[in-house]
């Protein structure tokens, strides 16, 4: 089947089973181009819990499909490619964090969206790369916080606020690759460009960067700001949305090693244009978690959004 002809009977099958297609700034540019929206992981959040579809086609990767479900649980919610995880969630198990948790039972527990759903069951608040420091001022300055599970994001916070939370060690293996010494070559070969990073890369890349934030908010730095050039740390995903918004800048993608100019997550990359068609014709792979799951963790998920709302974050 052509290209064309897939994208068409994936907009006839959403009209006719009131689907919607969200999609992580990560995805091929294709999935992004036919989604009904595309953002990062807080946006991503209120769309899923807002929704009026009956099906929920979650272009992304597997704990961002069982957000959706969790605050959907009687909505069909399907992942285009199952096996479709994320490094960073894979580093906290659950039975490790439940026992890191205990050993520290004076904590309250600030749990990155990157997790499994039995790891957000464990949590106090979810937060995201766009509200992490948001949420964690929200607790009082002397409050003992474990944040998990990146503890290049935990870091960064702990730079930004002052804070000395206890941090989960794990990354993602995305954004931890990247080097300074890469990013070094490429500003010594590009003077004029800005750096920008995501949170999520290591401290000494973060300390170069003319901006660190979020997806979205890298996005929108290079739509608001006067530079002409950008290299960019984070997945390459993002450079589709970046150079449509600002065709007339040019972007450079931080390498991941000395042979590649791309920067991809291979879990995101895993979900094509054919396996969505596919998940919406079939309905599955279906996300299924039991009551008790979807109970347990939806109360940190809308604590974040309840914290979000009030500090202007979403609307």
């Known amino acids: 089947m052509k290209k064309e002809e897939i994208i068409q009977e994936i907009k006839e099958l959403r009209r006719n089973r009131n689907a919607v297609i969200l999609a992580h700034y990560y995805q091929v540019p294709e999935i992004q181009d036919i989604a009904d929206y595309v953002g990062d992981s807080l946006g991503l959040a ?3 819990a807002n929704t009026k579809a009956d099906v929920i086609v979650f272009a992304g990767v597997h704990f961002m499909a069982e957000t959706a479900k969790i605050l959907n649980p009687d909505k069909l919610v399907v992942l285009p490619d199952l096996e479709a995880g ?3 969630a894979d580093s906290a198990p659950a039975k490790d964090f439940a026992d890191f948790i205990a050993a520290h039972p004076d904590h309250k527990v600030i749990s990155y969206i990157n997790c499994t759903a039995a790891v957000k069951t464990m949590s106090d608040v979810i937060c995201t790369s766009g509200n992490a420091v948001q949420i964690v001022e929200s607790f009082p300055k002397n409050e003992k916080i474990i944040f998990a599970p990146d503890k290049n994001l935990g870091g960064y916070i702990n730079k930004v606020t002052g804070r000395n939370m206890l ?3 794990g990354t993602c293996e995305v954004h931890d690759i990247l080097s300074t010494e890469a990013v070094i070559k490429l500003k010594t070969e590009n003077p004029e460009a800005k750096l920008i990073a995501h949170p999520e890369c290591k401290a000494p890349v973060l300390a170069l960067a003319d901006f660190v934030g979020s997806t979205t908010a890298l996005l929108a730095y290079t739509q608001k700001d006067t530079a002409q050039q950008y290299i ?10 970046m150079q449509q918004q600002s065709p007339q800048k040019s972007f450079l993608i931080v390498p991941s090693d000395e ?10 990359k895993m979900n094509t244009l054919e396996k969505l068609l596919a998940a919406l014709k079939n309905g599955k792979p279906e996300i299924l978690l039991s009551d008790e799951v979807i109970e347990k963790a939806r109360k940190p998920i809308d604590k974040m959004l309840e914290i979000s709302a009030k500090m202007g974050l979403i609307k």
């Open 167 to 169: 941090l989960w060690d």
């Open 259 to 268: 042979t590649c100019s791309c920067n991809d997550c291979p879990y995101m």
């Open 46 to 48: 209120q769309q899923a």
């Open 232 to 241: 960019v740390a984070t997945e390459t995903g993002i450079l589709h949305k």
């Open 86 to 88: 994320c490094s960073l």
